[in-house]
C-alpha cells in the first residue's frame, strides 16, 4: 500500500512539473503558477523543482555552434533580435511570454544550437548571514600564532605588496562608493541592475551585502577602521542585476572588455544556467589576453551537498573558484555547503566570532553604523579568496589562472579531523584554507630571475 502511495505521489509530482527548459544538456522541470495581471502580459510565473520562483518574459538567448544557421533560425521562429551578448550568444524577442519556452525548447533541438533557454527573471540569493555586533576585529587576516591559526596569514604577503594596480571586480547587490573605507579604491562603478541609476545603490535601503565583501576585500588602510586584505587594489563596484541573465551576461562581459583581472561573486541560485557556463568559460579561457579571469563564487550557505542531482550552482562551474567558510576556530563552519566541486576555504566566521567590515553609511545598511561587526558566511569567505589573489597578480601580473590555482593548492593549509583524496581534495575543505602569505612568496619567486630555477624545481607541479 505505501509503495502504491508513493508511486501515485510521484506520477501526481511529474504532472505538475510538466513544463522544462534545457540547460546543461539536460531537461530542468518547471511548473507554471497563478499569475495576476499586475504581472504584465508577457510574464509567465513558474516554479522550479527547487520551489525557486522564476519570471518568464517575452525574451529568450540563443548561443549558436554554428553561426552558419544563425539567419536561418531567427526567420523560421519569428525571432526579433534585441542584442548579441558575445560573440555566438544573442538575445532575442518572441511574440509573448507564452511562447517563448516552446520556442526555446524547439530551437534547442535544431543542428548549430549550443544552448537555447529563456531569459529568466529570478533572485539572487546573497551568501551572507549577519547577526548582532560582538566580534574580534580582524581576526580572519592574522598569522598562524593568533587566533588559533583561524586566519589567512596576510602580513607576509603584505612585506611584498598590497594589490596595487590589479583590477578587482565586487559583482554584487548594494555597493556605498562613497563610504570612507571605499572611495580612494574604486576605480570604476557601473549598474546592471536597470532600475534607471548609474550608481551601484541597493534598490531598497535594507540591502548593502555589497558594501560588506567590498570592504572585506578592499577597505583602505587609513586609521579609520579596519582594513581589507588587498587594500591598495583598483575596485570596480558593480551592482549585479535582478532582472535578467541577459543582464549579467552584459555585466561580465563589459568586466573582461575592461580588463578586469578578478570577479568576486559572494552569491547563487542553486539553478546555473547555460548563459552563464557559456560567459564563464569565456572569461577564465580569454579574459586577461588569454591568461584567464578568475571568477571566485561563494559555495553558499544552506550546509548542503552540492553534488546533490538537482542542485546546479554557479560556484560548481568548472570554470570558477568555490570557496567554502571556516571559523574563528579553525573548523569547518556549520552552514558552509559542501562537494567536490569546493576549490578552497577562507574564513567566513560564525554568529560568535564574524568578520569585521564596512557597512553603508549612515541609517543604511545592516545596523545603521558605518561598520559591521559580525559579517557572517561564505559571503565573506570569497573577497579573502579573491584578495589573496590580487597579491598574487600584483606581485607576479604574469600568472596564468591555472598557475594561481596550482599555486594555491599547494599553499593551502590542510584542516579539520578529515581525510583528503589522492590529490589532496576534501568535500568540506576542497584543497585547504588559504594561506595569502606562502601564496605570494611563491608568486614572487616565480618571477624572481634569481630564484626561478629553485621555484621551478621546488614547485614543479605547480606550473605547466
Avoid: C
Avoid at 504581472?39 to 522564476?54: H, I, K, P, R, W
Avoid at 563589459?254 to 541560485?269: A, D, F, H, P, R
Avoid at 571559523?327 to 562537494?339: R, V
Avoid at 576549490?343 to 564574524?354: I, L, N, Q, V, Y
Amino acid at each position: 500500500m505505501i509503495k502504491k502511495i508513493a508511486v501515485l505521489l510521484f506520477a501526481i509530482n511529474l504532472s505538475l512539473f510538466a513544463d522544462f527548459y534545457y540547460s546543461g544538456g539536460k531537461k530542468h522541470y518547471i511548473k507554471t503558477l497563478k499569475t495576476s495581471k499586475a504581472l504584465g502580459s508577457d510574464t509567465t510565473l513558474v516554479q522550479n523543482e527547487l520551489g525557486s520562483t522564476l519570471k518568464i518574459t517575452n525574451k529568450l538567448i540563443v548561443s549558436y555552434s554554428d553561426l552558419s544557421v544563425k539567419n536561418k533560425i531567427e526567420n523560421f521562429y519569428e525571432l526579433k533580435f534585441i542584442k548579441v551578448l558575445t560573440n555566438s550568444m544573442y538575445l532575442y524577442q518572441v511574440e509573448n511570454s507564452k511562447l517563448t519556452l516552446q520556442k526555446a525548447n524547439e530551437i534547442y533541438e535544431e543542428e548549430g544550437i549550443e544552448f537555447s533557454h529563456p531569459d529568466f527573471v529570478r533572485a539572487k540569493k546573497v551568501r551572507a548571514i549577519t547577526s548582532d555586533p560582538h566580534a574580534d576585529l580582524l581576526w580572519h587576516l592574522q598569522d598562524e600564532f593568533h587566533y588559533n591559526d583561524a586566519g589567512v596569514n596576510v602580513v607576509p604577503a603584505w612585506k611584498h605588496t598590497k594589490g596595487k594596480g590589479v583590477k578587482v571586480a565586487v559583482y554584487d547587490e548594494g555597493i556605498d562608493i562613497d563610504h570612507v573605507e571605499l572611495r580612494e579604491n574604486v576605480y570604476a562603478f557601473a549598474n546592471f541592475n536597470d532600475d534607471g541609476r548609474n550608481l551601484p545603490y541597493s534598490v531598497n535601503e535594507n540591502s548593502w551585502h555589497g558594501t560588506a565583501v567590498a570592504g572585506i576585500l578592499a577597505a583602505k588602510e587609513n586609521h579609520r577602521g579596519g582594513v581589507g586584505i588587498a587594500p591598495e587594489i583598483s575596485l570596480y563596484a558593480v551592482r549585479y542585476s535582478n532582472d535578467s541573465v541577459s543582464k549579467d551576461i552584459e555585466a561580465f562581459t563589459w568586466l573582461m572588455s575592461e580588463g578586469v583581472s578578478i570577479i568576486n561573486n559572494s552569491w547563487g541560485t542553486y539553478a546555473q544556467l547555460d548563459a552563464y557556463s557559456n560567459i564563464f568559460r569565456e572569461l577564465a579561457t580569454k579574459g586577461r589576453d588569454g591568461k584567464g579571469i578568475i571568477l571566485v563564487f561563494a559555495s553558499g550557505n544552506e550546509n548542503q551537498n552540492l553534488d546533490a542531482t538537482n542542485i546546479h550552482d554557479e560556484s560548481e562551474s568548472p570554470y570558477v573558484f568555490s570557496i567554502a567558510a571556516s571559523t574563528e576556530k579553525n573548523l569547518i563552519a556549520n552552514y558552509s555547503n559542501y562537494g567536490r566541486s569546493v576549490d578552497f576555504t577562507a574564513p567566513g566566521g560564525s554568529s560568535k566570532s564574524g568578520l569585521f567590515t564596512i557597512d553603508a553609511t549612515g541609517a543604511k545598511g545592516y545596523n545603521g553604523s558605518d561598520f559591521n561587526y559580525n559579517f557572517v558566511g561564505t559571503s565573506g569567505a570569497a573577497p579573502l579568496v579573491s584578495g589573496t589573489i590580487a597579491l598574487m597578480l600584483a606581485a607576479n601580473p604574469t600568472l596564468t589562472r591555472t598557475n594561481i590555482y596550482k599555486i594555491l593548492k599547494n599553499t593551502s593549509s590542510k584542516l579539520g579531523n578529515y581525510s583528503y583524496d589522492e590529490n589532496g581534495h576534501n568535500v568540506y575543505w576542497g584543497y585547504g584554507k588559504i594561506n595569502a602569505g606562502r601564496a605570494v612568496e611563491v608568486a614572487v619567486s616565480y618571477k624572481n630571475s634569481k630564484l626561478k630555477n629553485f621555484a621551478r624545481t621546488m614547485f614543479s607541479e605547480m606550473f605547466e
